[in-house]
């Protein structure tokens, strides 16, 4: 009697899917666990981005930053040139006061001689000698423009004192004159016979004499006043130099 064809053919069936050699076929592939393939990661963006800010957003930080760079680097530049405009200033304010020093007038005492005056047949005589006979003392003054330029406006006036008080001996003011470069004007005096021992010879009186000059120069502003007080010294037979020790008389 023979087998029935139905039984063996799902037999078959059931051999073939079990079967190694037909596990790689696609149809023969079991149907997969879960029913499908796995959901993407959920996310809490309710945007839907990668949670960084916008590139636009990111450009204008790197924008403001470059510019607070930017005014770092000017305001640095600015002081370097503020520097560098301050010692240009400088050196020529240095090169302008060296120039007005070696350019302008430049007047003041050059000496005063003292004078030793002796009565004589032909009148009163002065010699730098002092002897027996000698009872008058005289002086001259000698202010000169040392300067490199000539002296404009030029007005000299001096004044003789004797204890401090006003004496006899006092020259005239000069007139306005031009004092050329390395030139003098000149002032005469003499205190008397009557005034000579106490000052010359016991120095009991002090003989002092007070020179004011005033000047411009060649440019603007150049106004100058140069004032200068000296004191007899009997004993060196000289002027001793005060300074500018004036009255303003």
Known sequence: MKESDAPQSQG?????????????????????????????????NPNGDSGHPP?????????????IVLVVITIRIA???????DQMRESVKIAHDTFVAANKPSVGVNGISPMYGTKTDGGEAFSSLRTKKTDNLGFRVDVKNFGSVA???FTAK????????PGKGIGPESGTVVLFPQKSIFFQGYI?????????VSATKTLELEVTVSYDGPGPNQNYTYCEKDRFSPTMNA????GAACTGR
């Open 239 to 242: 002027f001793t130099n005060l």
């Open 151 to 153: 002296a404009t406006n």
């Open 12 to 44: 078959n069936t059931a051999d073939h899917s079990n079967n190694p050699k037909n596990r790689g076929a696609v149809g023969n592939l079991p149907p997969s666990v879960g029913g499908g393939p796995p959901s993407p990661a959920e996310h809490n």
């Open 79 to 85: 002081c370097i040139y503020s520097d560098q405009l």
């Open 158 to 165: 001096w004044i003789v004192f004797l204890d401090g008080v």
């Open 192 to 200: 008397g016979s009557e005034n000579y021992q106490a000052v010359v």
């Open 55 to 67: 590139w636009w957003r990111r450009l204008a930080v790197w924008t403001f930053i470059g510019e």
